[in-house]
């Protein structure tokens, strides 16, 4: 059965400073047994060289081993590296991309809340227009009913006093007047959009 246990990531900062000490101190050992190669064929002292060649060929492998061991790090710490800005590339995006979502949603729902009082507010305004033109037109009528009370009591004035009926009896105009003064509500009256 496998383990469940999470394991601990390496520190790799330590891995590969371990890996460059290593790598100088063999590209130390090296370049001692290429000095002393270069000496002893200087020297002419054969056996002095091949045991620096010996040498050099021992450190060689080494070498090139920990050479790749280094880059091998410095791969893998990059590689973690973009791992990790791209993680934090993406979280940023869905975080960017949720914020806006949700100012979507709300500006949305603001948008739908004002055309709804916008209509419920014009619909109070018509609602508010038609009781103004009925009530224009409830005192036009009235000045009629009154025009035609004072005709009545004209022709009864002129019974009692036994006089000739006035023929033109003026028309009250105390609403037609302030009507006509106001573009407004004859506009109301006439039925026209403001």
Same mark, same amino acid.
């Given at each position: 059965?496998a383990?469940?246990?999470?394991?601990?990531?390496?520190?790799?900062?330590?891995?590969?400073a371990?890996?460059r000490?290593?790598?100088?101190?063999?590209?130390?050992?090296?370049s001692?047994a290429?000095?002393?190669?270069?000496?002893?064929?200087?020297?002419e002292?054969?056996r002095?060289?091949?045991?620096?060649?010996?040498?050099?060929?021992?450190?060689?492998?080494?070498?090139?081993?920990a050479?790749a061991?280094?880059?091998a790090?410095?791969?893998?710490?990059?590689?973690?590296?973009?791992?990790?800005?791209?993680?934090?590339?993406? *979280?940023?995006?869905? +975080?960017?991309? #949720? &914020?806006?979502q949700?100012? @979507?949603?709300? %500006?949305? !729902?603001?948008e739908?809340? $004002?055309e709804?009082t916008?209509?419920?507010?014009? *619909?109070?305004?018509? +609602?508010?227009l #038609? &009781?103004?033109?009925a009530? @224009?037109?409830t %005192?036009? !009528?009235?000045?009629?009913t $009154?025009?035609?009370?004072?005709?009545e009591?004209s022709?009864?004035?002129?019974?009692?006093t036994?006089?000739?009926?006035v023929?033109?009896?003026?028309?009250p105009s105390?609403?037609s007047?302030?009507?006509?003064?106001?573009a407004?509500?004859?506009?109301?009256l006439?039925?026209?959009?403001?």
């Open positions: 059965m383990s469940t246990a999470t394991r601990t990531p390496p520190d790799l900062d330590a891995k590969l371990d890996a000490t290593e790598a100088e101190k063999i590209r130390g050992e090296l001692s290429e000095q002393d190669l270069a000496a002893a064929l200087e020297r002292d054969f002095a060289a091949d045991e620096a060649k010996a040498r050099v060929e021992a450190a060689r492998v080494p070498m090139a081993l050479e061991n280094v880059q790090l410095q791969g893998a710490m990059a590689a973690l590296d973009a791992q990790r800005q791209q993680a934090q590339a993406a *979280a940023q995006r869905q +975080a960017r991309q #949720e &914020a806006a949700r100012t @979507l949603e709300a %500006a949305t !729902a603001t739908r809340e $004002a709804e916008a209509h419920r507010c014009m *619909a109070e305004v018509t +609602a508010g #038609e &009781a103004i033109r009530a @224009l037109v %005192a036009k !009528a009235a000045e009629q $009154a025009h035609g009370a004072r005709r009591a022709s009864a004035t002129a019974e009692l036994d006089t000739a009926a023929l033109h009896v003026p028309m105390w609403a007047a302030r009507i006509e003064r106001s407004v509500l004859c506009a109301i006439r039925g026209r959009d403001l």
